[in-house]
């Protein structure tokens, strides 16, 4: 299976995953010249930019440790432009959550970082 399909199968995994943990979807692959958000869904009071990533092993540090500081600043400065074109979501308070799927079992459940940084 090619890196595209792989991609695309974590993120709807995770966002079927994100839906049964209560949280509302509001947009998937939301896409600007400044980078892409994986999903952008509501938990309660909160806006939450989630980013999916899916590794086959730990080497390298994992899934979850591909989310280095630039990677961080992307979405940040994507986030930022998708909240100036949705004023409706800034009256919320917003955070980063990542969702990392380590090695090949499609039943093992994510590991979710809440807040896993910050701007």
Same mark, same amino acid.
């Given at each position: 299976?090619?890196? #595209? *399909?792989?991609?695309?199968? =974590?993120? $709807?995994? &995770? +966002? !079927?995953?994100?839906?049964q943990q209560g ?5 998937? #692959? =939301?896409?600007? *010249?400044?980078? +892409? ?6 938990? !309660? +009071?909160?806006?939450v930019f989630v980013? %999916?990533? @899916? ?7 994992? &899934? &979850?440790? @591909?989310v280095d500081w630039?990677? $961080? $600043?992307?979405?940040? *400065? ?5 909240? @100036?074109? #949705? /004023?409706?979501?800034?009256?919320? /308070?917003?955070?980063?959550? %990542? ?5 090949? @079992? +499609? ?10 940084? *910050? /701007?």
């Amino acid at each position: 299976m090619d890196r #595209n *399909r792989i991609g695309m199968d =974590a993120e $709807q995994q &995770a +966002e !079927h995953w994100l839906l049964q943990q209560g949280l509302t979807l509001l947009q998937r #692959n =939301a896409r600007c *010249r400044l980078g +892409e958000i994986d999903l952008i869904m509501q938990d !309660h +009071e909160q806006i939450v930019f989630v980013e %999916v990533r @899916s590794r086959s092993s730990r080497q390298y540090g994992g &899934a &979850a440790a @591909s989310v280095d500081w630039r990677k $961080q $600043q992307k979405l940040i *400065r994507a986030a930022r432009f998708m909240l @100036s074109r #949705n /004023p409706h979501w800034s009256r919320y /308070p917003c955070r980063f959550d %990542v969702l990392a799927f380590e090695g090949d @079992s +499609e039943s093992a459940p994510p590991i979710w970082y809440k807040d896993a940084f *910050r /701007p």
